[in-house]
């Protein structure tokens, strides 16, 4: 079974860039049985999905926040990352890594499996 | 851009069977998936594939889709149930969430 722990900075300034790395265990994340995906909660609010990344590089991202948003993935240390600029009190939110399983070639379209959730802070 | 609608709020007695509705432009052609959130917890897929249940999801969680609506039914809720529940479906190369029902067990 997939597991993913988020880690990075609790505290960004407006402005500067939000850093978060996935890390994944039980799993590979060079597999083509999975995409790996950012979501984001603000406090009290709904989620928010950030974009995703596949094995191949290939990516897709929140038409809301692409501009902004990089995701990419470091295979030699199984994990993932995310990089959100210019970011603004907005921002401020858990962040959550997230997986999609491919099943018999077949995308589940959903979220399996989730990190437990990285506070970000954005304060100056 | 593609939005996902449900009611903020559903209530239910224990033991009564709870339905929460989630309504966008021809879900019914998509996948929709459901997950249930308690506070200070992660969410936690409970319905995927519009009827499926993962492994360890109990028998009382279905869903169903069609048309403009997909609905999650909790038959037999519990007070454990209770929490809030967000519906979702991939539109193109896009993810949409919607906006969360809190379901409270009274």
């Known amino acids: 079974q997939v597991q993913l722990q988020e880690s990075g900075p609790g505290l960004v300034k407006p402005s500067q860039t939000l850093s978060l790395i996935c890390t994944v265990s039980g799993g590979s994340i060079s597999s083509d049985s999975y995409y790996w995906s950012w979501i984001r909660q603000p406090a009290g609010k709904g989620l928010e999905w950030i974009g995703r990344i596949y094995t191949s590089g290939s990516t897709n991202y929140n038409p809301s926040l692409k501009s902004r948003v990089t995701i990419s993935v470091d295979t030699s240390k199984n994990q993932f990352s995310l990089k959100l600029s210019s970011v603004t009190a907005a921002d401020t939110a858990v962040y959550y890594c997230?997986?999609?399983?491919?099943?018999?070639?077949?995308?589940?379209?959903?979220?399996?499996?989730w990190g437990q959730g990285t506070l970000v802070n954005v304060s100056s | 851009s593609y939005e996902l609608t449900q009611p903020p709020s559903v209530s239910v007695s224990p033991g009564q069977t709870a339905s929460i509705t989630c309504s966008g432009d021809?879900?019914?052609?998509?996948?929709a998936c459901w997950y249930q959130q308690k506070p200070g917890q992660s969410p936690v897929l409970v319905i995927y594939?519009?009827?499926k249940r993962p492994s360890g999801i109990p028998e009382r969680f279905s869903g169903s889709n069609s048309g403009n609506t997909a609905t999650l039914t909790i038959s037999g809720t519990q007070a454990m149930d209770e929490a809030d529940y967000y519906c979702q479906a991939w539109d193109s190369s896009s993810v949409v969430f919607g906006g969360g029902t809190k379901l409270t067990v009274l």
């Open positions: 594939q519009d009827i």
């Open positions: 021809t879900l019914g052609d998509k996948y």
């Open positions: 997230a997986s999609t399983t491919m099943v018999r070639g077949v995308i589940t379209k959903s979220f399996d499996y």
